[in-house]
């Protein structure tokens, strides 16, 4: 698609580590894994 | 371009960054079509009517568009108006996205629709701050729309992709602000909202999709390169969200205190008015609306602020947050299920499939 991301370049790096890093630390922060624990009970 | 010659129209594409040739479009009646869906189709005749005024009254137009659009869900310009009538002097328009796929997209999910009939029905009753509505049509059996609305280009933006200016606590509590006023206006009223099918709700079946193929990109998306920025320690967890993603948006999504809720709720969908310091938040980007827990929005904008500015500040703007829907008459609505962990949990997932669909 022509919305294709190159995520070679430096702005596409410095955008996913802000926003995909950011992210992902926040599962973590917020135990997701516990979360889903008790959802599966 | 611009000009003093009335019933012409133009297109000057923004090459303040790069060259990108001017477009003129011939002038085309509005018996041609109902309502134009792209911005080169957009003539004086069409202006005229949108602001309720006779086409000789208007002596020139012209529509510039952003070299760099800020989004994959539409086309936007900016148009100035030279005319003798008492109406705006400049505008937004959008339309649908030009591009195949992206405008596929946006038909299949009802996005741009959905957005329009945000604007046309919804924001005239709904006590937060919007971009003013100029002008709204919508094809409902297309879902292909235009919306003329104010523009809001001198207000300040905010970026969570920029390192400065960082959004600053008091304006991050003025936008939670604003989401609970919207969120107490709509509490409880489903039934209201569900007259607007637009409006997705649990269970409507854009959204049932919009879960399955979630789950699906997400799977991609931990065997795609983006998967680079994961801290390593994050993927057995996110390797269980994508499993168990589609039910996060279904079978466990909240079906008790629902109001209407934005969405795609981040600083970037934010302008904040100087102006008016007592309510600076004007929300933008409407496509996404949708019957949910309001805390999702909350959650939304803490999931995409810089980490640092979001571990800094995620205990005090839930309590904000709770302390104005008070404020504004909701009752029984604790605080440990105003922004609880689910709501964390899936608006982080949500923006990163948004994120991964937007790659493919």
Redesign the interface.
């Known amino acids: ?5 190159d ?2 370049g430096d702005e596409a ?24 624990d008790e ?2 009970a | 371009m611009s000009g003093s010659a009335p019933r012409h129209s133009g297109v000057v594409h923004d090459s303040s960054v790069g060259a990108i040739p001017t477009v003129r479009s011939p002038t085309c009646s509005s018996g041609e079509i109902a309502f134009p869906t792209k911005l080169e189709d957009v003539t004086l005749t069409w202006i005229a009517s949108a602001f309720g005024v006779d086409p000789s009254s208007i002596t020139a137009f012209e529509l510039t568009i952003p070299d760099q659009n800020p989004g994959y869900g539409s086309e936007i310009a900016f148009l100035r108006i030279s005319s003798t009538a008492d109406i705006p002097t400049c505008a937004m328009i959008k339309v649908p996205p030009l591009h195949p796929e992206s405008a596929a997209l946006a038909r299949a999910a009802g996005s741009f629709r959905r957005e329009a009939v945000f604007y046309k029905f919804l924001a005239p009753e709904t006590p937060v701050r919007t971009p003013e509505v100029h002008a709204v049509e919508v094809d409902d059996s297309t879902g292909d729309a235009i919306l003329v609305l104010e523009d809001c280009s001198s207000m300040a933006t905010f970026s969570f992709i920029r390192d400065d200016p960082q959004v600053r606590l008091d304006q991050l509590q003025a936008m939670v602000k604003t989401a609970a006023r919207l969120h107490a206006h709509w509490w409880n009223r489903s039934d209201e909202l569900a007259r607007f099918d637009a409006v997705m709700r649990p269970g409507h079946p854009t959204w049932t999709s919009l879960a399955r193929f979630t789950q699906s990109a997400l799977g991609h998306f931990l065997d795609s390169p983006w998967a680079e920025f994961a801290p390593a320690e994050s993927i057995p967890t996110l390797r269980r969200v994508a499993q168990n993603f589609g039910r996060l948006l279904t079978d466990w999504w909240p079906t008790n205190n629902l109001t209407l809720a934005h969405m795609d709720f981040h600083v970037q969908n934010m302008f904040y008015d100087h102006d008016t310091p007592d309510d600076p938040i004007l929300a933008f980007d409407w496509d996404g609306c949708h019957i949910a827990p309001g805390a999702h929005d909350v959650a939304y904008l803490l999931s995409l602020l810089p980490i640092d500015l979001r571990r800094r500040h995620e205990a005090e703007l839930p309590s904000h947050y709770h302390a104005n829907l008070k404020l504004e008459g909701v009752s029984n609505y604790g605080l440990r299920t105003s922004c609880g962990t689910t709501d964390l949990v899936v608006s982080s997932t949500r923006i990163y499939c948004r994120w991964r669909s937007a790659s493919m």
């Open positions: 698609m022509a919305l294709s991301i995520v070679t790096k410095r955008l996913g580590a802000r926003v995909v890093g950011g992210l992902l630390q926040n599962l973590i922060d917020h135990r997701a894994d516990k979360l889903l959802l599966e």
